[in-house]
Every structure is written in structure tokens, then in C-alpha cells.
């Protein structure tokens, strides 16, 4: 007799419910997998900056894709790693230059500093304080087994936290190199699948958005890099020049700072003010207004140019942008926000220009308004042929 046919129908259509099995194992693939949303935000952020040269690197081994890779994630770690440790080097001699100081100030103690002691308003409370808790012989120590004994709870659960930090640190650094490079290997062919999803869901539009994001990426990167090693050496020689002690280290954590919007005034305004505090005002006063020139040249004509990428991004959206991915994800939102801020406009202009095309198209189509030639009033109408007839 053979099977008989099913009777029983579907309770969802299949492309219902393929539709929502797609919905479902991304939604599940989101909530399992946003902890590596971030090293694989900072692999692509990487790889769209250093991709001109990746390419080139691809064409020195004849395409080998696994062999260049490889060579531009150890290029990469040595970028990383050398710079860390140059500054942490000098970081530990500036600590150990501290320690020095506390140690020998706690076997003989220091009167106040005089810049400290001239504060406005201020200055006495912190004449008394200073004397009070460092100025006499093992005040230090004092200060520092009052501090520890009190707060030993806290102390440790700070250190605790702070190895646990620095070990998820670390695993995002791997994981991101990983990510990084099948990234580099991979890129084209993901781009390429990638460019014909988007084709089918915009079509005629995905060409022109999708190649906003490498484009402002790339600037941005560049752009953020070399304001803040500019803004860095500039005023760095500008702290050396007014007489700043240790104007090496202030002028990389100006540099550092001037990766946000606002970081590099604050820091020059500190810097002034401990000048004009600690007696030397002409120094105090030249640096701020110098600063001040400098910065507002930056930021107001060379950061919009340098980050807005190719569709030339506004002060106020590049504003916007940085400051919301630094809120939102910290130091990688640097890159993130103008690049989200770009898209924003771009789909903005898109619909603008689609708009008036679409207007433009409907002022050529519409047929000519006919003209008025009926006369305003039968009376009117009439009177023509009449006078036709009394001249002839």
C-alpha cells in the first residue's frame, strides 16, 4: 500500500520558522559571546588602520597569507610591547625617585614646599596638615601603618582586584591577537561575503556605506596617533621651557590625555597653575596662553579634518563621538564612536540626497501649469468682438 500522505499541517509556515531560528541562535550567540565583543571591536579597528600596509607586506611573501599574518601580529606585539616598556621602565625610576625621597623624609622629616605654603586660600591648611603628617621624623611611617591598619579589608580586596584586572587584561590581549589574525588572513574573503549579504539587503546603497567604515577607521587612527604625539612633543618642549620638573613624563601623559577631547587642556591647565602657584607667574601665564592658542588650533581645525574621515565629519558630530565611545567602552570608543557617528551621517545624506532626487525627478516629470487666457467676467469676454465690430 506504501505511506500514506501526511494529513497534519505545519503550525508554522517553514520560512516562519526558519526566520525565527535565525533570530533565535543570534540572539543566543549575543548573549554567550558579548564578553569578545570588544578584543574583536579592537582586531578590526586595527586591522582597517594597518591594512595599506598589510597589503604590502602581502605582496613582499607572494601572497601567503598565513606567512604575512603571523609577521604582522609579531610587528604588532613589538609595537605594543616596546613602548610599554620603555614607560614602565621610566616609571619605575620615577617611583623608585619617590621612595628615595619618603624614605629620607621619614628618618629627618621636610618642612612644607613654598609653593605649596603659598597656595591661595588654601595654603596654610595644607602648611598644617603637611606638618602635622610628614613634616616631623616618622611621620611616613606613621601615616602609613595608621592608613594599613585601618583599611587592611580594603587594601587587599583592592590588590585582589586589581590582579584579577590585570589577568583579564592579559586574556583579552591574546584573544585579540588571535582574532587579529584570521582576521588579516581571512579579511578579503569575509569582506567579500560580507559585501554580497549587504548588496541584497541595500542594494545600490551598501557600496557607498560600507566603504565609510575602513575609510574613518583609518583616519581616525591616524588622526588620534598624531594629535596626541604632536600635542605630546609640544608641549612637552613647552613644560621643558617654562622650567616644569620632569617634563619627559608630563608631556606623555599630555600626549596620552590628548587622545580625549578636553584631556590636554586639563592637563596644560594643571601644569600652569602649579607654575604660577609655586611663584613663577611670567611661566605659569606664557604656557597657558601658548597652550591655549596651540590646543584651540587643534581642536578645532586639524582634529575634524584628520578624524571625520571621508564623508568630512563636523566639530560637534566628532565631538559627540569620542566622547560617547569613551563613556560607552572606555579607550577602544576613541575609535568606535566616530566610526558609528559616520555611519549615522552618512545614512543621514543618503536619505537627504534620495530626497532630492526623488523631488528633482517629480519638478521634471510634472506637466507645465496651463496659463489663464479666460477672460475674468462674461462682461470682459464679450466686450473684445464688439470693439472688433465698431472698428470695422
Given at each position: 500500500?506504501?505511506?500514506?500522505?501526511?494529513?497534519?499541517?505545519?503550525?508554522?509556515?517553514?520560512?516562519?520558522?526558519?526566520?525565527?531560528?535565525?533570530?533565535?541562535?543570534?540572539?543566543?550567540?549575543?548573549?554567550?559571546?558579548?564578553?569578545?565583543?570588544?578584543?574583536?571591536?579592537?582586531?578590526?579597528?586595527?586591522?582597517?588602520?594597518?591594512?595599506?600596509?598589510?597589503?604590502?607586506?602581502?605582496?613582499?611573501?607572494?601572497?601567503?597569507?598565513?606567512?604575512?599574518?603571523?609577521?604582522?601580529?609579531?610587528?604588532?606585539?613589538?609595537?605594543?610591547?616596546?613602548?610599554?616598556?620603555?614607560?614602565?621602565?621610566?616609571?619605575?625610576?620615577?617611583?623608585?625617585?619617590?621612595?628615595?625621597?619618603?624614605?629620607?623624609?621619614?628618618?629627618?622629616?621636610?618642612?612644607?614646599?613654598?609653593?605649596?605654603?603659598?597656595?591661595?586660600?588654601?595654603?596654610?591648611?595644607?602648611?598644617?596638615?603637611?606638618?602635622?603628617?610628614?613634616?616631623?621624623?616618622?611621620?611616613?611611617?606613621?601615616?602609613?601603618?595608621?592608613?594599613?591598619?585601618?583599611?587592611?579589608?580594603?587594601?587587599?580586596?583592592?590588590?585582589?582586584?586589581?590582579?584579577?584586572?590585570?589577568?583579564?587584561?592579559?586574556?583579552?590581549?591574546?584573544?585579540?591577537?588571535?582574532?587579529?589574525?584570521?582576521?588579516?588572513?581571512?579579511?578579503?574573503?569575509?569582506?567579500?561575503?560580507?559585501?554580497?549579504?549587504?548588496?541584497?539587503?541595500?542594494?545600490?546603497?551598501?557600496?557607498?556605506?560600507?566603504?565609510?567604515?575602513?575609510?574613518?577607521?583609518?583616519?581616525?587612527?591616524?588622526?588620534?596617533?598624531?594629535?596626541?604625539?604632536?600635542?605630546?612633543?609640544?608641549?612637552?618642549?613647552?613644560?621643558?621651557?617654562?622650567?616644569?620638573?620632569?617634563p619627559v613624563t608630563l608631556g606623555v601623559l599630555t600626549g596620552l590625555m590628548?587622545?580625549?577631547p578636553g584631556g590636554a587642556p586639563l592637563s596644560m591647565s594643571l601644569v600652569?597653575?602649579?607654575?604660577?602657584?609655586?611663584?613663577?607667574?611670567?611661566?605659569?601665564?606664557?604656557?597657558?596662553?601658548?597652550?591655549?592658542?596651540?590646543?584651540?588650533?587643534?581642536?578645532?581645525?586639524?582634529?575634524?579634518?584628520?578624524?571625520?574621515?571621508?564623508?568630512?565629519?563636523?566639530?560637534?558630530?566628532?565631538?559627540?563621538?569620542?566622547?560617547?565611545?569613551?563613556?560607552?567602552?572606555?579607550?577602544?570608543?576613541?575609535?568606535?564612536?566616530?566610526?558609528?557617528?559616520?555611519?549615522?551621517?552618512?545614512?543621514?545624506?543618503?536619505?537627504?540626497?534620495?530626497?532630492?532626487?526623488?523631488?528633482?525627478?517629480?519638478?521634471?516629470?510634472?506637466?507645465?501649469?496651463?496659463?489663464?487666457?479666460?477672460?475674468?467676467?462674461?462682461?470682459?469676454?464679450?466686450?473684445?468682438?464688439?470693439?472688433?465690430?465698431?472698428?470695422?
Open positions: 500500500m506504501g505511506p500514506s500522505a501526511p494529513t497534519r499541517a505545519a503550525v508554522l509556515p517553514p520560512l516562519s520558522a526558519a526566520r525565527w531560528l535565525l533570530l533565535l541562535i543570534i540572539a543566543a550567540g549575543i548573549y554567550f559571546f558579548h564578553g569578545f565583543l570588544v578584543p574583536v571591536l579592537a582586531a578590526l579597528v586595527i586591522t582597517f588602520a594597518s591594512w595599506p600596509l598589510y597589503r604590502r607586506l602581502l605582496e613582499a611573501v607572494h601572497g601567503n597569507r598565513t606567512v604575512a599574518a603571523a609577521i604582522a601580529i609579531m610587528l604588532i606585539v613589538g609595537f605594543l610591547v616596546i613602548p610599554i616598556v620603555v614607560a614602565g621602565s621610566y616609571a619605575i625610576n620615577e617611583i623608585r625617585e619617590w621612595f628615595s625621597w619618603a624614605v629620607e623624609t621619614n628618618k629627618a622629616g621636610a618642612t612644607t614646599p613654598e609653593w605649596i605654603a603659598a597656595l591661595p586660600v588654601v595654603g596654610e591648611w595644607l602648611d598644617e596638615m603637611w606638618a602635622r603628617h610628614i613634616g616631623h621624623p616618622g611621620a611616613i611611617g606613621q601615616l602609613i601603618q595608621l592608613v594599613s591598619g585601618d583599611n587592611i579589608g580594603s587594601i587587599y580586596r583592592a590588590v585582589v582586584a586589581a590582579g584579577g584586572g590585570a589577568f583579564n587584561l592579559v586574556l583579552t590581549l591574546l584573544f585579540m591577537l588571535i582574532a587579529l589574525f584570521f582576521t588579516y588572513r581571512d579579511g578579503e574573503a569575509f569582506s567579500a561575503s560580507v559585501d554580497r549579504l549587504g548588496e541584497r539587503i541595500l542594494p545600490m546603497r551598501w557600496e557607498r556605506i560600507s566603504r565609510v567604515v575602513p575609510a574613518t577607521i583609518s583616519s581616525t587612527v591616524t588622526g588620534q596617533t598624531l594629535i596626541a604625539i604632536g600635542e605630546g612633543i609640544v608641549l612637552g618642549v613647552a613644560y621643558w621651557i617654562a622650567g616644569v620638573p620632569s590628548a587622545l580625549v600652569s597653575i602649579y607654575l604660577v602657584a609655586s611663584g613663577s607667574w611670567v611661566a605659569g601665564l606664557a604656557l597657558f596662553a601658548w597652550g591655549s592658542i596651540e590646543l584651540f588650533v587643534v581642536d578645532k581645525t586639524i582634529r575634524p579634518k584628520l578624524v571625520g574621515g571621508p564623508i568630512k565629519l563636523p566639530f560637534l558630530p566628532t565631538f559627540f563621538g569620542l566622547i560617547g565611545g569613551v563613556k560607552t567602552m572606555g579607550f577602544l570608543g576613541l575609535f568606535i564612536g566616530p566610526v558609528l557617528m559616520a555611519l549615522l551621517v552618512a545614512i543621514w545624506r543618503e536619505w537627504v540626497r534620495e530626497v532630492e532626487l526623488t523631488e528633482g525627478a517629480a519638478q521634471t516629470l510634472a506637466p507645465p501649469e496651463p496659463t489663464d487666457m479666460s477672460p475674468s467676467s462674461p462682461t470682459q469676454g464679450s466686450a473684445g468682438p464688439l470693439k472688433k465690430v465698431q472698428a470695422g
